[in-house]
């Protein structure tokens, strides 16, 4: 076949790839954003097999069956609230492929047509020294984030003395190992950068915690975007450069915007530790303070005579699985004629998009949802705001405290409701480790338990 064919085949799938994004902007067309990008990818699939002259699919079937079994029984089995880990392995696996295309082409670039070995060009050197350190970063990275995610490892920022300053000596040392590679074709430099962007990708996120972490996922997303980029130029396919480009660009956008969404810089939230104060001391201010509580029929007696209520789902909600029992709740008090809206905030739950996603499947009306910007004003002319496990990005801290770690973040107005009403399981502090102020404020009551047996028992009452 012409290789006019496959160029066009490639220029629709990639074109298919524009479309999903374009999809995924908005929860309307999400899900033919994703037929299309399946769509898109079996096209690329195809047409890689036939571009390259294979005859012996046997390896090749194998790991696709294999690798589409595994992918299916995980989209079974996972629970959303292991969503976003199972995106940092993801992304550790795409940085550990960029890595391993890396280490072929050198040693084996004849079969890439990219000369012999000690004979390599210089611009083939740079595509696999910058493929195998954003790779290898990305792949580090990405196994922390997981263990964060996973509990495997503490949420809060893991520091040692002068650790910046190890980071900036490893970084220039790592420009410096770039350079001599490049110029002298050595395998042992080779390995000594890979196994020093291991080492940096690792201290790069050991730092990040709290309410940072669905930041660096972000991040790490993006830097798969640019490993998988970085291998396009090593295997010479114009697909998968663009592809990763779409990625790495799409990835860094999304991080920008949840910076601002936190009002915090790229370079704050990598390279400064998300400080989770005294614990010992919000300990003792949490004991000192009164709460008031209540039960599932003083929520229901609530609900039942207010004109408005704004609900704000997070972390505490993906645990319990409430999302559609919460539903089925709204339901019944709009059949009340009661005015019933979901409020998200940018970075709830642990990575970006998790609570739209759990709402979307609970089949909540798209109308009904609407983002930061957009209800924060009604909060203070709503009777009832019902949070569900959404900890951080309620905490009045982040306005009222200057020596919160959260201090300028937007919020989402909740305690400007005439009433709040909180499910949580316990008095502990959200992600980012902080007590939050809105449970002492005298129009708050606390409805302690699992959120999805909570709203069964509120929706008995009513």
């Not at 999903?20 to 067309?29: D, V």
């Not at 900036?168 to 890979?194: A, D, P, R």
Request: hydrophobic share 50%; proline share 3%; charged share 10%.
């Amino acid at each position: 076949m012409d290789n006019s064919i496959f160029d066009l085949l490639y220029l629709l799938s990639a074109l298919c790839f524009i479309l999903a994004l374009k999809g995924l902007a908005s929860p309307l067309s999400a899900r033919f954003g994703n037929y299309v990008g399946m769509v898109g990818m079996a096209l690329a699939i195809g047409t890689t097999l036939f571009a390259f002259h294979i005859t012996n699919f046997t390896l090749i079937l194998t790991a696709l069956i294999s690798g589409g079994l595994i992918g299916l029984i995980m989209a079974w089995r996972i629970s959303m609230t292991a969503l976003p880990q199972l995106v940092a392995a993801f992304h550790s696996l795409i940085g550990l492929s960029a890595v391993c295309v890396a280490l072929v082409a050198f040693y084996r670039p004849d079969q890439f047509g990219i000369g012999r070995i000690g004979y390599l060009s210089s611009a083939s050197l740079i595509e696999m020294g910058l493929g195998s350190i954003v790779g290898a970063i990305t792949f580090s990275g990405s196994l922390i984030a997981f263990g964060k995610l996973q509990a495997l490892l503490s949420s809060a920022p893991l520091l040692f003395k002068k650790q910046q300053w190890v980071n900036i000596v490893l970084f220039v040392i790592l420009i410096g190992l770039f350079v001599l590679f490049v110029s002298s074709q050595n395998q042992f430099v080779f390995w000594g950068l890979i196994f020093l962007s291991f080492a940096l990708g690792f201290l790069l996120v050991l730092p990040v915690g709290g309410a940072d972490m669905p930041v660096v996922v972000s991040m790490l997303n993006s830097y798969s975007g640019w490993a998988a980029s970085g291998i396009g130029f090593t295997l010479h396919n114009n697909l998968l450069i663009i592809t990763g480009a779409l990625v790495g660009a799409s990835g860094a956008i999304l991080s920008y915007v949840m910076c601002k969404a936190m009002n915090r810089s790229i370079f704050n939230v990598l390279f400064a530790a998300f400080s989770t104060g005294d614990t010992t001391q919000n300990k003792q201010i949490a004991e000192a303070r009164p709460i008031k509580t209540g039960n599932a029929e003083d929520a229901a007696f609530l609900m039942g005579n207010a004109s408005s209520i704004i609900i704000v789902p997070g972390y505490g909600m993906a645990v319990a699985q409430a999302q559609h029992v919460l539903k089925e709740l709204a339901d019944l008090l709009k059949n009340k004629n009661i005015d019933v809206r979901y409020a998200i905030h940018p970075v709830a739950g642990r990575m970006p998009g998790h609570m739209n996603v759990l709402l979307a499947e609970a089949n909540v009306p798209y109308d009904d949802v609407l983002e930061l910007d957009e209800i924060n004003r009604d909060f203070s002319t709503t009777d009832i705001a019902l949070v569900i496990g959404a900890n951080d990005i309620t905490n009045p801290a982040a306005k009222n405290d200057k020596q919160s770690p959260i201090y300028g973040m937007p919020i989402l107005n909740v305690g400007d409701a005439q009433t709040v009403l909180f499910i949580k399981r316990s008095m502990a502090s959200g992600y980012a480790g902080i007590e939050n102020d809105l449970f002492f404020q005298n129009n708050t009551m606390m409805l302690f338990g699992d959120a999805k047996k909570v709203c069964e028992d509120i929706i008995k009452a009513l």
